[in-house]
């Protein structure tokens, strides 16, 4: 049974850091293209970064040179280290697996298959 659960979220400044975790069971992360996304009330779930079983990495425009996608294999862990934290980046953060091992559909939600259930990230001042 696979399972995905994130945590490390919470209630941050603007400009202030946060570190997400993805920990996993029943699957083998390194094997996956693992994707973060988030979702704000109204709005589709958009990608934000993910990464392939090579480790190639691909981000959202509206994280690119704030937020970082990796993977520890040792740990079937993969973290979202976000950086600049802006009020914009208010949402639920989710992970999830897409069979796609090289990253097709990188950062589209239904090329995924499991999700996990959420961690919730917001940044207030």
């Known amino acids: 049974q696979v399972q995905l659960v994130e945590s490390g979220g919470g209630l941050v400044q603007p400009g202030g850091s946060l570190r997400l975790s993805c920990a996993a069971s029943?699957?083998?992360?390194?094997?996956?293209?693992i994707g973060w996304f988030r979702q704000t009330p109204g709005i589709e779930r958009e990608g934000v970064s993910c990464?392939?079983?090579?480790?190639?990495?691909a981000d959202a425009d509206s994280v690119k040179g704030r937020f970082t996608i990796s993977r520890d294999n040792g740990k079937n862990t993969v973290y979202l280290q976000m950086n600049s934290l802006e009020f914009e980046d208010t949402a639920v953060y989710y992970c999830?697996?897409?069979?796609?091992?090289?990253?097709?559909?990188?950062?589209?939600?239904?090329?995924?298959?499991?999700w996990g259930q959420g961690t919730q990230v917001t940044v207030s001042s």
């Open positions: 990464i392939n079983s090579v480790g190639g990495t």
């Open positions: 999830a697996t897409n069979p796609n091992r090289y990253g097709g559909g990188c950062l589209i939600p239904t090329a995924y298959d499991y």
């Open positions: 029943g699957v083998t992360l390194r094997d996956y293209t």
